[in-house]
């Protein structure tokens, strides 16, 4: 019996591809189809100056994929291709907006049951970001608030791993949306659950923005007070959609205290800011290393980068977490310092910083940023 994939793509191949005389497989438009559980992702590339005009086939293939037995969601997305020598044509600015996309960008429209959209961003990877968005989603999950965390990492997801949830995979619901895990009081979604870990995710920014929407708004999150979104690391195609669809509540931005992580904190500050998201302050992370031995303060990475910064772009500051051991063996082994030593000195800073956040979004002065000391 063929495999799902070759029953997809013969599924495929009786869309013509307009203007070749050939099936949009034969054409060679299809990009590799990725199959798991039943989910099916594929694109479509097409002419950047015809892309509008690809939607039909676009929603043809993905009614194609979806009538396949076996599969249980598709996903289709169009990739615009540029011709040698020619410039690349944005396509008509959707709701009145210039989005500078080659695809159309739907209105910003709210997550059903979500009152409050969090994003946490770096400029660049490697900063702790990830660490941050999910001990920030337990400080304020330990508020007392509902939360979730969304994973939009599409090419580095690793939440599952900080969560201890890897390996698992969500259920599809009776209403055909998918169900988030739970851990640690939190609802949790990432294309990590749907992917094994260690399979590299070689997508086209349209497909992995296609994935991205489809988990943030195909999912079953409920009611929450708070979704914390874990941004992908810079300022490209998925940032810049999630700011322009998603209707964000405000961004924390992550840097480390070097000149050059705050020149792409810098970067990502400003991104937020030209697409009107409120940026709500600055985390310095790996701020100093105490020596567990001797008890010296080490500034490694220099301190105090993030705060004059945010003083100097005029966002507040909300606080150091220092490079600390216990944060990086808690984090590999899925327990993270706030769920499982809430009492701690670590789980103090991520509080406080969710303190901070929580009275910005009230309108509350802010209060001074901490400074924790591990001795």
Excluded at 30 to 52: C, H, N, Q, T
Excluded at 67 to 91: F, M
Excluded at 163 to 177: A, F, I, T, W
Excluded at 274 to 301: Q, R, S
Aim: hydrophobic share 45%; aromatic share 4%.
């Amino acid at each position: 019996m063929p495999s799902l994939k070759d029953q997809v793509a013969a599924a495929l191949s009786k869309i013509t591809m307009p203007g070749t005389g050939k099936d949009i497989v034969a054409a060679g438009a299809v990009s590799d189809i990725y199959e798991k559980d039943g989910k099916v992702m594929l694109s479509i590339s097409v002419p950047s100056d015809k892309a509008s005009r690809f939607e039909p086939i676009r929603a043809a293939a993905e009614a194609a994929v979806k009538s396949v037995p076996g599969v249980v969601k598709a996903t289709v997305a169009l990739t615009a291709e540029v011709a040698p020598g020619s410039a690349p044509r944005q396509a008509p600015p959707a709701q009145g907006h210039d989005h500078g996309h080659s695809h159309a960008m739907p209105a910003k429209n709210a997550i059903p049951g979500v009152k409050s959209i969090i994003a946490v961003a770096s400029g660049k990877g490697g900063v702790g970001k990830s660490t941050t968005a999910v001990n920030f989603a337990l400080a304020l999950a330990a508020r007392g608030l509902k939360v979730g965390i969304l994973d939009a990492d599409i090419y580095g997801p690793s939440v599952p791993r900080l969560m201890g949830l890897s390996g698992e995979k969500p259920e599809m619901g009776e209403d055909r949306r998918l169900v988030p895990l739970e851990n640690y009081g939190l609802k949790v979604m990432s294309i990590g659950f749907l992917v094994d870990e260690e399979t590299p995710m070689i997508w086209r920014a349209p497909m992995a923005v296609s994935a991205l929407t489809q988990m943030l708004r195909e999912s079953a999150w409920g009611d929450l007070d708070v979704l914390v979104v874990d941004m992908p690391p810079g300022t490209g195609d998925v940032q810049l959609t999630m700011a322009q669809q998603v209707p964000l509540t405000g961004a924390v931005i992550v840097s480390t205290p070097q000149d050059l992580a705050l020149l792409d904190a810098r970067r990502g500050v400003a991104m937020f800011q030209k697409v009107e998201v409120p940026v709500l302050g600055i985390v310095e992370n790996m701020a100093y290393f105490v020596c567990p031995n001797c008890g010296t303060h080490h500034d490694i990475f220099g301190h105090g980068g993030a705060a004059e910064e945010a003083r100097r772009i005029g966002v507040p500051f909300l606080g150091e977490v220092p490079l600390e051991m216990r944060i990086r063996e808690t984090s590999d082994a899925g327990l993270p310092v706030v769920a499982t030593e809430p009492a701690g000195p670590h789980a103090e800073s991520y509080l406080a910083i969710a303190g901070r956040v929580l009275d910005a979004l009230a309108g509350k002065p802010q209060r001074a940023a901490p400074r924790i000391v591990i001795e």
